[in-house]
C-alpha cells in the first residue's frame, strides 16, 4: 500500500480522489491546506488522518511517500521541488510549470533524487488514446488537424461582476492557454511533436488574462490548428484528416466517442469503454511506478511530452504577449 498526500483541496483534487480510490495500492493518508481547519474537514471526508497547513512539516513527514499537487499554477515548481527532495514521488497537475525552465529543474530535481515525477495530463494515459493511435495509419497521408476544447468557465460570470478568482489571475501563471490550451497543445506533441513554426492569436480581458486563443502549427506537408476558450463554449469535435480519411474526438479531456470516416464508407464507431472518470488511469500509472514496476520508458516518453508541451506553450506566449510573474525566473 502506498500512502500518499494531497495539496490543495479544489475541485480538481476532489475528482482525483475519487479516481485514485478504485486504485487498491493507493491509500490517501494526509492533505494540506493553507489553513489546517480546511485540510482536516476537506480531509475527513475522504479517510485522510494527517492534515497540514506547513509544506515544511508534510514534506517532513516519513510516512507519505507520494504528494499529488493541485495547487495554483504558479506554485508547481517550487512545491514539487520541494516534495522531491524530500524523497516524495510527485504527481503535478497540467499544466506541470510556469514555463520550461521551470518544468527542467522540476526533472533534474527528480532525477537527483531518484523519484517518479511527471505531469497529471489525465488524457495521456487512458486506452482511448491508444485506440486513436493505432488508427491513424488507415487514415493515410496526414495533412491537417483540429484540436478544439472551449468550455465557459464556471467563474466567468463572477469575473464580469468585478469578482475575480484565481482562473482569470494571470499572476498565478492562469489563463485561457495555460488551463484549457494545454489539452489542445498535448495530442498535438504526443502525435506529432514540435511544430516547425507557429503562428498564434489570443483574445485579452481586461485584467490582462488571456480569455480564448488559437493557434497555426506547421509541420510541412501537414498543418494543426488549435482553438480554445475559457469564454464561450464549442461543441465541435476535434479532428484528424488524412487524405483517406478522417478522425473525430468529441472531447478531448474526457472522449467518450472515436468516430473514423474514410472515404467511401459509412462512419465506424472505433471500440472504446470510456472510464467515468479518466484519472482514474493517471493514478494507476502513478501506483506502477511508485511501485518500480512497468516499462521506465513510458515514464520518460511523459516527461518528454511535457517537455515539448511548455517548449510550445512558451512560444505561444511570446507571440501572443501572454505574461507571467514567473517569467521572471526564466530571463
Known sequence: MISYAVIGTSKITRTFLEAASKVPELRLLAVYSRSL???RSFGEEYGAS????????????????????????????????????????????????????EYEKMLETARQQGVIF??????????????????????GELRQAFFSFCQYSSRYDNYKKGII?????????????MDIGVYCVHPMVHLFGVPKNLSANAVFLPNGVDGAGSVLAGYG???????????CDSHAPSEILGENGSLLIDK????????????????????????????????????KWMQ??????????????SRMQMQVMDEVRLLTGIRFPADETAE
Open 165 to 177: 478568482e484565481n482562473a482569470f489571475k494571470p499572476e498565478l501563471s492562469n489563463g485561457s492557454l
Open 252 to 287: 478531448l479531456s474526457q472522449t467518450q466517442r472515436l468516430t473514423l470516416c474514410l472515404k467511401g464508407q459509412e462512419p465506424e464507431e472505433l471500440p472504446i469503454v470510456p472510464c467515468e472518470n479518466n484519472m482514474e488511469y493517471e493514478a494507476a500509472r502513478w501506483a
Open 221 to 231: 506537408e501537414m498543418q494543426v490548428q488549435l482553438m480554445y476558450s475559457k469564454i
Open 118 to 139: 511527471f505531469e497529471a495530463m489525465r488524457s495521456a494515459f487512458t486506452p482511448e488514446l491508444a485506440v486513436l493511435e493505432k488508427a491513424l495509419p488507415r487514415l
Open 37 to 39: 481547519e480546511k485540510a
Open 292 to 305: 518500480g514496476l512497468g516499462d521506465p520508458g513510458e515514464l520518460f516518453r511523459a516527461q518528454e511530452d
Open 50 to 101: 494527517r492534515f497540514y497547513d506547513s509544506l515544511e512539516e508534510l514534506a517532513k513527514d516519513p510516512d507519505i511517500q507520494g504528494v499529488y499537487i493541485a495547487s495554483p499554477n504558479y506554485c508547481h515548481c517550487e512545491q514539487s521541488i520541494q516534495m522531491m527532495k524530500a524523497g516524495k514521488h510527485v504527481l503535478c497537475e497540467k499544466p506541470v510549470a510556469s514555463h520550461q525552465k
